[in-house]
């Protein structure tokens, strides 16, 4: 294997501390497992049944609730006879956190008066269990799907939190919720607005990109931090790991679940932070992650969805995760081209996590040579011998696609067209590629019949400037020929100059020889005269 040069990396584009905050696993050891078994046919089904039952008669008490009332009237907070029921529901959900296993909740600071903060943002979202601090802090409102009022028996108990409903399907959807939430935050006379920024569910294991909504408005917030530190992880529900009904299960056959919840301080925004909204999320989210002794990344839901798009291709879902936001911000690529890249890079590692050398060199249709690993080094960040596709995205954005521009692409058309007739012949094709990477007759066949798309026996600039955009991974190559190329011809020049400057230099008349009347000029010519 050839040694690596150091070469120095971009510090903003390291791997996070936390490579992947969307998947988990449960761990369960041979007590655990009997511990489970047992309960599963004791309490577990006394539990559930008892669950049920307190869930079914809160069925009709937030029908009564929120009978009659219109959806313009859900634009001011539930007063009057109406509050009445508030206390019954809270109760009831208090009673059905008991009958899981949360015996006991650990309040740490007091919630704010909404005077003093109206929205509280909490993280880390790590399942539907966070749905405690409802009860803890007397059923705030929150933010939910629109689909979930329509939900049969739970859909009169959501409504009747005042919830802000988002319509996915609606482009006007994000605007719509962020203006709703200035508006309650500013007017004070509503319940707290709880609302998880990350957006997502995930590990725990790192706060993610806050999204913007709660800070929008400019107003004091108060952040929460919630931690479930129980020896197995029944309540983390994300993207990669055991579906809601066995974690709900499991939870339910444990003795006692832990619980935190962790009131910070307000946070009031300062004049920058009203003025930048992502600055405010950031500073917010830096010191919940202080609190919770977790790192911060840039990951968002984007990564998500990648990942899903990943698992579609039968790619492990990990190969979709990138740190979204970073990779958008830093090298400015959308959504949608990652998700092109995500399909392209599964055709080369036929369906494997990373892209070897071999995979890489197969792909180019290129034989393993110097200048083809100097080219997979770059890419190859972390020094593995291999690329996974975040590594992929970032070598193609730094080093290959700048690479590939129409000044390269008429450069390289230029050195294989050495006759400027205007397009590329086959032996010329043939005479770079053997030079250049020692190819062999049958492989630059297949390469020009690749490119010459219309079968006319010579490449055209627009067929070689399509295929050069299809693979912008050959730009490099040739840009690292054309400089062995000049630098050899630079070599062959300078040498060629020195040997006629060594002929013409001046007579040395120390190397006279004392047996004859000749003279020495140069290391090989010899003229005969007399010294004068």
Same mark, same amino acid.
């Given at each position: 294997?050839?040694?690596?040069?150091?070469?120095?990396?971009?510090?903003?584009?390291?791997?996070?501390?936390?490579?992947?905050?969307?998947?988990?696993?449960?761990?369960?050891?041979?007590?655990?497992?009997?511990?489970?078994?047992?309960?599963?046919?004791?309490?577990?089904?006394?539990?559930?049944?008892?669950?049920?039952?307190?869930?079914?008669?809160?069925?009709?008490?937030?029908?009564?609730?929120?009978?009659?009332?219109?959806?313009?009237?859900?634009?001011?907070?539930?007063?009057?006879?109406?509050?009445?029921?508030?206390?019954?529901?809270?109760?009831?959900?208090?009673?059905?956190?008991?009958?899981?296993?949360?015996?006991?909740?650990?309040? +740490?600071? $007091?919630? @704010?008066?909404? %005077?003093?903060?109206?929205? /509280? *943002?909490?993280? #880390?979202?790590?399942?539907?269990?966070?749905?405690?601090?409802?009860?803890?802090?007397?059923?705030?409102?929150?933010?939910?799907?629109?689909?979930?009022?329509?939900?049969?028996?739970?859909?009169?108990?959501?409504?009747?939190?005042?919830?802000?409903?988002?319509?996915?399907?609606?482009?006007?959807?994000?605007?719509?919720?962020?203006?709703? +939430?200035? $508006?309650? @935050?500013?007017? %004070?006379?509503?319940?707290? /607005? *709880?609302?998880? #920024?990350?957006?997502?569910?995930?590990?725990?294991?790192?706060?993610?990109?806050?999204?913007?909504?709660?800070?929008?408005?400019?107003?004091?917030?108060?952040?929460?931090?919630?931690?479930?530190?129980?020896?197995?992880?029944?309540?983390?529900?994300?993207?990669?790991?055991?579906?809601?009904?066995?974690?709900?299960?499991?939870?339910?056959?444990?003795?006692?679940?832990?619980?935190?919840?962790?009131?910070?301080?307000?946070?009031?925004?300062?004049?920058?932070?009203?003025?930048?909204?992502?600055?405010?999320?950031?500073?917010?989210?830096?010191?919940?992650?202080?609190?919770?002794?977790?790192?911060?990344?840039?990951?968002?839901?984007?990564?998500?969805?990648?990942?899903?798009?990943?698992?579609?291709?039968?790619?492990?879902?990990?190969?979709?995760?990138?740190?979204?936001?970073?990779?958008?911000?830093?090298?400015?690529?959308?959504?949608?081209?990652?998700?092109?890249?995500?399909?392209?890079?599964?055709?080369?590692?036929?369906?494997?996590?990373?892209?070897?050398?071999?995979?890489?060199?197969?792909?180019?249709?290129?034989?393993?040579?110097?200048?083809?690993?100097?080219?997979?080094?770059?890419?190859?960040?972390?020094?593995?011998?291999?690329?996974?596709?975040?590594?992929?995205?970032?070598?193609?954005?730094?080093?290959?696609?700048?690479?590939?521009?129409?000044?390269?692409?008429?450069?390289?058309?230029?050195?294989?067209?050495?006759?400027?007739?205007?397009?590329?012949?086959?032996?010329?094709?043939?005479?770079?590629?053997?030079?250049?990477?020692?190819?062999?007759?049958?492989?630059?066949?297949?390469?020009?019949?690749?490119?010459?798309?219309?079968?006319?026996?010579?490449?055209?600039?627009?067929?070689?400037?399509?295929?050069?955009?299809?693979?912008?991974?050959?730009?490099?190559?040739?840009?690292?020929?054309?400089?062995?190329?000049?630098?050899?011809?630079?070599?062959?020049?300078?040498?060629?100059?020195?040997?006629?400057?060594?002929?013409?230099?001046?007579?040395?008349?120390?190397?006279?020889?004392?047996?004859?009347?000749?003279?020495?000029?140069?290391?090989?010519?010899?003229?005969?005269?007399?010294?004068?």
């Amino acid at each position: 294997m050839r040694s690596r040069r150091l070469l120095p990396r971009q510090s903003s584009l390291i791997l996070p501390e936390i490579v992947n905050p969307f998947v988990h696993r449960l761990n369960l050891s041979l007590w655990q497992i009997i511990k489970i078994a047992i309960m599963s046919v004791t309490v577990a089904p006394i539990r559930l049944l008892l669950i049920f039952i307190l869930a079914v008669i809160s069925v009709p008490i937030a029908y009564i609730a929120t009978f009659g009332r219109t959806e313009s009237d859900d634009k001011t907070p539930i007063t009057g006879w109406r509050r009445s029921f508030r206390w019954p529901l809270i109760i009831m959900g208090r009673l059905v956190f008991w009958l899981a296993g949360f015996h006991y909740v650990k309040i +740490i600071g $007091r919630p @704010a008066l909404c %005077r003093d903060a109206a929205i /509280l *943002v909490c993280a #880390p979202h790590t399942g539907y269990i966070d749905l405690i601090l409802g009860f803890v802090i007397d059923l705030p409102s929150g933010v939910s799907r629109w689909e979930n009022k329509n939900i049969s028996l739970f859909g009169n108990l959501i409504k009747y939190t005042q919830p802000i409903f988002v319509k996915r399907g609606d482009p006007n959807s994000r605007q719509k919720t962020i203006e709703e +939430i200035t $508006r309650r @935050a500013k007017s %004070r006379n509503w319940p707290p /607005l *709880v609302i998880f #920024p990350e957006g997502t569910t995930t590990n725990g294991q790192a706060l993610i990109t806050f999204k913007i909504g709660a800070f929008a408005a400019g107003e004091p917030v108060q952040p929460v931090c919630i931690r479930f530190p129980n020896l197995v992880d029944t309540t983390t529900w994300t993207w990669d790991g055991p579906n809601a009904y066995k974690l709900l299960w499991i939870t339910l056959c444990q003795f006692h679940n832990y619980c935190e919840i962790e009131f910070l301080p307000v946070y009031n925004p300062s004049k920058e932070e009203k003025a930048d909204t992502r600055l405010f999320a950031n500073n917010v989210r830096c010191q919940m992650s202080q609190c919770l002794t977790v790192p911060a990344t840039d990951h968002t839901l984007e990564d998500c969805h990648l990942m899903m798009y990943a698992h579609q291709l039968h790619l492990p879902m990990a190969s979709g995760i990138v740190e979204f936001r970073k990779l958008n911000k830093k090298l400015g690529v959308n959504f949608d081209k990652m998700k092109t890249l995500l399909n392209k890079f599964s055709t080369i590692t036929k369906k494997t996590e990373h892209i070897t050398l071999q995979q890489f060199s197969d792909y180019l249709d290129l034989p393993v040579s110097d200048a083809l690993y100097e080219v997979f080094y770059l890419y190859d960040r972390d020094g593995s011998n291999s690329i996974d596709f975040r590594e992929y995205l970032i070598g193609l954005s730094l080093i290959s696609e700048p690479a590939n521009n129409d000044a390269t692409i008429q450069m390289t058309f230029k050195l294989f067209d050495s006759e400027n007739k205007g397009y590329i012949s086959e032996p010329q094709l043939n005479q770079i590629l053997h030079t250049a990477f020692d190819m062999h007759a049958v492989d630059i066949k297949n390469i020009f019949q690749q490119i010459d798309t219309d079968d006319s026996g010579h490449i055209t600039f627009s067929e070689f400037k399509a295929y050069a955009q299809k693979k912008p991974e050959l730009a490099r190559l040739f840009l690292a020929y054309q400089t062995k190329t000049t630098r050899e011809e630079d070599e062959a020049e300078t040498e060629t100059e020195d040997m006629t400057a060594q002929t013409i230099s001046p007579i040395d008349t120390t190397s006279t020889s004392t047996s004859s009347n000749s003279i020495v000029i140069g290391p090989r010519t010899r003229l005969k005269g007399k010294i004068e």
